[in-house]
């Protein structure tokens, strides 16, 4: 499983981890140079208007927006860091003795304190304004705003899951059995219980208000809001299908032949051909209205909306882009 993605989005920026273990971020105006007096940086998380970046030291800097605390210097206390989510205004570290802790905005509960009563957690996930812990014996502990039931206690009865996805509102939970469970706002359809009839999934992606399911086979199985084509049955076309990306109307599937396709919304261009020029894609990256496709020769290309410099040409200045360690497949 692909751990460490080396290019990730926030809604309107980018970052990419170098082989130097450096990085390059580029975007809406949240990439304060700072970050390039970063060194040893294995992995990063995108908020909304911030970024953290987890190092090899288990240590971690935050750079981007401030407003609500997102980059509060509490983080440099941090030691022992192995993994790192963000939701829009907060983070959530994990730390190698399976606790974790929360900073940032605390209006919804993002940072209840609760928290600080979980153990052994192995994996974490972030949606806007609620967070997800998976612990290792397959259960799940769920904190933040309920206000859409992003943290409805059916989840404490879910049981075998192995690996977590956060959508604006909604959580997807993958169980060892290749099968899904969905909870959360379900206004548009995002937990739908056609989720039910999946079996054989391998990953789980989520958007804003819809969600795709990546099947053993190769195939694709989307669900939630249609509104904007983002269950166009157009996917059901797709084979061989090796990860998937999601946006917040749009997705990007990476397929063994290392081409792409897309559909979704694409008022901003997010599904522009402009993709299906592209080849020797290795890993994919989708932001809120735009997407990154990272080459074998460790260049990038960045498609949708430019309004906020999302896809600035200066991305393709950049060389030697980290490959990723693991298999292709997109968590």
């Known amino acids: ?131 997800v812990a998976l612990r290792d014996k397959g259960t799940l502990e769920c904190w933040g705003s309920n206000r859409l039931k992003q943290c409805d206690l059916v989840y404490k009865t879910f049981t075998g899951v192995i690996n977590v996805a956060c959508g604006k509102y909604h959580s997807v939970a993958l169980k060892s059995d290749g099968t899904i469970e969905c909870w959360g706002n379900n206004q548009k359809n995002q937990c739908d219980p056609v989720y039910k009839t999946f079996t054989n999934v391998i990953s789980v992606a989520c958007g804003g208000y819809h969600s795709v399911a990546l099947k053993r086979d190769g195939t694709l199985e989307c669900w939630g809001s249609n509104g904007y084509n983002q269950c166009n049955p157009v996917y059901k076309s797709f084979t061989c299908v090796i990860g998937v990306a999601c946006g917040f109307k749009h997705s990007v599937a990476l397929k063994s032949n290392r081409t792409i396709e897309c559909w979704g919304n694409n008022q901003k261009n997010q599904c522009d ?56 497949i997109l968590k």
């Open 1 to 131: 499983m692909n751990k460490n993605k080396t290019i990730v989005c926030g809604e309107y920026h980018s970052v990419a981890i170098k082989e130097d273990w450096s990085i390059e971020c580029w975007g809406n105006n949240r990439c304060d140079p700072v970050y390039k007096s970063f060194t040893g940086v294995i992995k990063v998380a995108c908020g909304y208007a911030h970024s953290v970046a987890l190092t090899s030291d288990g240590s971690l800097e935050c750079w981007g927006s401030n407003e609500w605390n997102q980059c509060d210097p509490v983080y440099k206390t941090f030691e022992c860091v192995i993994d790192i989510s963000c939701g829009n205004f907060h983070s959530v570290a994990l730390f190698d003795n399976g606790t974790i802790k929360c900073w940032g905005i605390n209006a919804d509960n993002e940072c209840n304190s609760v928290y600080k009563t979980f153990e052994y957690v192995i994996k974490i996930a972030c949606g806007s304004c609620h967070s």
């Open 273 to 328: 051909p402009v993709y299906k020029t592209f080849t020797n894609v290795i890993s994919v990256a989708c932001g809120n209205i735009h997407s990154i496709s990272l080459f074998e020769d460790g260049t990038l290309e960045c498609w949708g909306n430019n309004e906020m410099n999302q896809c600035n040409l200066v991305c393709k200045t950049f060389t030697n882009i980290k490959i990723p360690d693991d298999d292709y």
